[in-house]
DNA sequence: TAGCGCTAGTCTCTTTTTGAGACCAATATT
DNA sequence: AATATTGGTCTCAAAAAGAGACTAGCGCTA
């Protein structure tokens, strides 16, 4: 029950504002809430370079616990990012896979990736300033 | 397979795994962490447009808590995306201004958002199967 | 044949994060 | 004189996430 007493969205009453940009920038945001996960964007590369089953995932992303792994694969399929195919083995095995729309998604998606890891430098440097700012 | 590491933020001293994994080669989730969460996306986009004070800010997003509209914009700070500039007048008013480095951000990161947008109605249809497959 | 590990998860408990709302001091408005 | 606005902080409750035990059927092996 935990894992599917999923909240739906955001509260619908209320109108994303009233004064220009927002008002159609509702979309953005329930699209981007579930792929700004701590783990959504982690499990996204890996399954954008292959398939990978259940533990091997775990495995790769060793400081995730199985709760999040289920929880988090459980929506990127339910969004369409990924695919999930259970092989009835004699231990049952289940394979996650990208679809054509989790590709479509990790292309824009990947530059920012690539920015994060050429900028890291820049970024670190930055925390650094702030914080000894802050020690005064 | 190098994926991100477990490097933690600052709060938490964890050290990546103990074996095969190299702390220092996770720069991409180190820099990933910080604008994934919910509300930095939104407030990087508004300031990519122009500069906006506190209180603007946050009619312009209206469901965000004082609370974590002064911890993102302190986060976002750090990593060096904003800058906040407060003057002294009679009741002292803050302004938040995107850097530089913020612009060069929000070019990919804008990519993203544009791809939420246009393939909002997939999303949603990818759901709306995946809810109902599951009823059964 | 009793024990162990593997599979992909779920269940419960605890800790961390977030949300809601009161409070702040100085000034401006009504 | 009472009230609102400025940009926050503080406390407390609720939600989310982390840790670890537990499940079932099968294969291996000691």
Not at 38 to 65: C, H, M, N
């Amino acid at each position: 029950m935990d894992l599917h007493a999923a909240e739906k969205p955001h509260l619908n009453g209320k109108e994303c504002g009233t004064s220009g940009w927002d008002a159609g920038n509702c979309p953005v945001r329930d699209v981007i809430d579930r792929i700004a996960g701590k783990w959504s964007t982690l499990l996204l590369e890996a399954l954008a370079r292959q398939p990978y089953r259940f533990g091997e995932l775990r495995r790769l992303v060793p400081d995730i616990s199985q709760r999040m792994l289920t929880q988090t694969l459980r929506d990127l399929q339910r969004d369409g990012y990924i695919d999930r195919q259970v092989f009835p083995t004699k231990p049952p095995s289940v394979e996650y896979r990208m679809t054509a729309l989790g590709h479509s998604l990790f292309e824009p998606l990947s530059k920012v990736l690539q920015w994060a890891g050429d900028k890291h430098p820049a970024v670190k440097a930055a925390r650094q300033k702030f914080d000894e700012g802050e020690l005064s």
